[in-house]
């Protein structure tokens, strides 16, 4: 019987780990945290039974306690409560499925209680990578990745030989705005922007893939997963979404893991890993596919993933003010309160104006996430 926590139950990816849970039969849930959707919150721990769970607010908390009652459970909140998910004694891994950076103090620290890291939060990554994968390496735990994309990276490098990895291929699906212009972009709303083709997400990951600021953030958590230079991580246009993901190797042999768009895949094969197990849903079917393409991706349109190569090439903070202006700026546009072009505009004004720190620490890091989000906020008024 394999146990885990989860940050982040109610969201995308935490549903669909308990989809995963539900349909092996043998894992069990020691612990979840979620945010403010105490009712489907109830509905998840009437279910499996966790002992402790984390709800953002405090007075949510205090609500989602009286709901619970009749339970025996722990109900804990806000930064201290997801720490105590996060290290709960009994499980053995980790699922960081919330959004943001605020699951940076979490990652630690269940690495630090020897906990496996089964990482959808690639914020985490993005922002504290040379302090999280040291850590994971000193503690010798497990950093497993649950994104699509990484986790067909990761199992196209099973078998192979990591010295002899020439380039990662990353794929994209191009996002609902594949080829458009600029000027075409330009009255964009949101109900137009979380209409991605292929995949179903939450809203603000829908909004990063379509500008394509996720596809950057994603290369530089490739950086640090699989210790490659910025430039070895290529960015391919794959509008099927049936390629997630490739390795080239130093010989030119490419390594691929192809498969219809389905999360619970990557999330089943991080939670069991290194076995493999039959899942439910479609298969592809090579008889019914007709083709398969291939573009670049137009980084003067979406210049929001030239932005993410700048920062990863320069590091230290600038991954965080990338991150945190994107944050901030994909909020903004949710609420209506500035037009769609204006995320990148934002995101490279912030960066032009930053000063770098090499080497952040957690407190640093934080920070320079804040101090991003003010001057944001003295800049774009709502």
Same mark, same amino acid.
């Given at each position: 019987?394999?146990? #885990? ?33 105490? %009712?489907?919150? &109830? ?9 402790? +769970? ?34 709960? %004694? ?11 950076? #605020? ?28 302090? $999280?994968?040291?850590?994971?390496? =000193? ?18 490098? %099973? ?18 705005? @594949? ?6 972009? @330009?009255? $964009?709303?949101?109900?137009? !922007? ?12 829908? #909004? ?19 210790? +490659? ?13 049936? $390629? ?8 030119? !042999? #490419? ?11 990557? $999330? ?26 291939? =573009? ?6 979406? /210049? ?51 000063? +770098? ?15 991003? /989000? &003010? /001057?944001?906020?003295? @800049?774009?008024?709502?």
């Amino acid at each position: 019987m394999k146990r #885990i926590a989860i940050l982040g139950s109610t969201g995308s990816i935490g549903t669909q780990t308990l989809e995963v849970v539900r349909e092996n039969g043998d894992i069990e849930v020691i612990a979840l945290a979620a945010g403010n959707n105490i %009712q489907l919150l &109830e509905k998840q721990v009437r279910e499996f039974h966790p002992r402790l +769970v984390a709800v953002w607010s405090e007075e949510k908390a205090e609500m989602f306690a009286q709901m619970v009652a009749d339970l025996h459970i722990e109900v804990v909140s806000g930064m201290d409560g997801l720490l105590e998910v996060a290290k709960v %004694q009994e499980a053995e891994i980790l699922v960081t499925a919330i959004v943001g950076m #605020i699951g940076i103090r979490p990652t630690i620290e269940a690495i630090k209680a020897g906990k496996d890291i089964a990482l959808a939060n690639k914020e985490t990554l993005v922002t504290a990578g040379h302090i $999280i994968m040291p850590l994971a390496k =000193e503690h010798h735990v497990k950093v497993l990745p649950v994104d699509s994309e990484h986790s067909a990276i990761f199992q196209s490098l %099973q078998g192979g030989q990591h010295k002899a990895l020439h380039k990662i291929l990353l794929t994209a699906s191009g996002g609902p705005f @594949r080829r458009k212009t600029r000027d075409e972009l @330009r009255e $964009i709303q949101v109900e137009d !922007a979380l209409k991605h083709p292929n995949w179903e997400m939450g809203r603000k990951i829908t #909004i990063d893939s379509s500008t394509m600021v996720n596809k950057g953030l994603e290369v530089i958590e490739a950086k640090w997963l699989f210790d +490659v230079d910025v430039d070895q991580v290529e960015v391919v246009v794959q509008p099927q979404s049936i $390629i997630h993901s490739m390795v080239e190797y130093e010989d030119g !042999a #490419i390594i691929a893991e192809l498969g219809t768009p389905d999360m619970k895949l990557p $999330i089943q094969y991080a939670l069991y890993y290194p076995e493999r197990r039959y899942l439910s849903g479609e298969r592809l079917d090579f008889g019914k596919l007709t083709e398969i393409t291939f =573009e670049r991706p137009d980084t003067e349109t979406f /210049y929001g993933l030239r932005l993410a190569y700048e920062a990863g090439r320069r590091g230290g903070s600038l991954p965080t003010v990338l991150n945190a202006a994107n944050e901030k700026a994909v909020s903004l546009f949710l609420d209506r309160k500035i037009g769609y072009l204006e995320i990148p505009e934002i995101i490279e004004t912030c960066m032009e104006k930053h000063t +770098v720190i090499d080497h952040p620490s957690v407190e640093q890091i934080l920070a320079v996430e804040a101090a991003t /989000y &003010e /001057y944001i906020e003295s @800049r774009w008024k709502s």
